[in-house]
């Protein structure tokens, strides 16, 4: 049964990754085609927003906690970090360059939760080694599988074999693109982290993430409104462009956020972000079956790594809990004998 409890956050998460790689290839189809990234983000959280409030209106109707202004505080940030800022930092660094997006997140997540005290590492365990060793081998492995070609292992029309990173984009395009998608990374963490405080104020996950679509909603269309007066970016022109809004909205923030979110409340943010980087994979295969574009090299070996790493990480955190199972144990010893002494 630990193993079964064990795997529900992992299957979580497994989905969460499908679903934002097949969106990712459709964004970047509805973009080329016109959209506007703000706007984008702005109608996709409000679909999510449609298809959450109702939903969470009748499930958690009972159990769901008072709404203070602690908690519109909380909420308020984590669309601000998660629904707006990292999903416009991502996709105006995707429109200067083709690095990878999302494999420093659980460095940032690991980095900055340690110091914080959200992150348990013991460097004298196996555990602990195991959970280092395989977020690096993670890292590592989306890193080498967006910097690195090598030789091609598939045969398409296509005949560029090129090592390194992508032709046509200047290194000054790049660069900032780099900057932008790091950018991304550190706010996505930061958002976890949030998250992984919220869910304890406020238990409620369909809930806290209905908020967070309309919250996020709101101020993307504030900015889309701010940086772009005409209001003819606001009409979807073309199946794509429909398409790409509703799947990512019901998708990813409505479905996706909601199962990424129920995983940070069970097994806490630097767990959950060690997932990130299977997304560069399943996107890379989704293009090789789908979108009919080669395989390189360095995809295969990258994805080795991020296989493996995520394997160590599993691990690590599989034997976690049976360091720390027995601690409470003898605390309640000691109350229960305390109340025992005071009955006499």
């Not at 709404?67 to 930092?89: D, H, P, V």
Request: proline share 3%.
């Amino acid at each position: 049964m630990e193993w079964v409890e064990f795997l529900k956050p992992v299957i979580a998460m497994l989905v969460f990754d499908a679903l934002f790689a097949l969106m990712t290839a459709l964004v970047k189809k509805a973009l080329a085609d016109g959209l506007n990234h703000v706007v984008f983000i702005a109608l996709r959280q409000f679909v999510a927003a449609l298809l959450l409030t109702p939903i969470a209106y009748f499930k958690e109707r009972n159990t769901r906690p008072r709404f203070t202004k602690e908690i519109f505080a909380y909420l308020f940030m984590s669309a601000l970090l998660g629904g707006l800022c990292a999903q416009y930092l991502f996709f105006l660094g995707l429109s200067y360059t083709t690095a990878t997006f999302s494999n420093m997140t659980p460095v940032f997540t690991f980095l900055i939760a340690v110091p914080l005290q959200l992150e348990t590492v013991d460097v004298r365990s196996k555990a602990g080694l195991a959970k280092i060793i395989g977020t690096l081998a993670s890292v590592g492995g989306a890193t080498l599988s967006s910097l690195y070609k090598g030789a091609a292992l598939t045969h398409t029309s296509s005949s560029s074999s090129a090592k390194g990173i992508t032709s046509g984009i200047s290194k000054g395009r790049w660069m900032l693109g780099s900057v932008l998608l790091i950018l991304n990374c550190v706010s996505f963490s930061l958002w976890m982290l949030l998250q992984g405080k919220l869910t304890k104020k406020y238990p409620a996950v369909i809930s806290s993430t209905a908020f967070m679509t309309l919250f996020s909603s709101m101020q993307a269309g504030v900015l889309a409104l701010t940086i772009e007066r005409r209001l003819s970016v606001w009409l979807l022109r073309g199946n794509i462009q429909i398409i790409a809004v509703v799947f990512a909205g019901v998708g990813v923030s409505g479905i996706g956020y909601v199962l990424m979110t129920w995983c940070i409340e069970k097994k806490g943010p630097v767990f959950t972000a060690g997932f990130m980087p299977l997304i560069q994979i399943m996107a890379a295969l989704i293009d090789l079956f789908f979108l009919h574009e080669q395989l390189f090299l360095g995809s295969a070996v990258g994805a080795a790594l991020v296989i493996g790493g995520l394997y160590l990480l599993l691990w690590g955190k599989t034997k976690e809990p049976s360091a720390t199972a027995l601690l409470p144990k003898p605390v309640e010893q000691d109350t229960e004998k305390k109340a025992n002494f005071e009955t006499y």
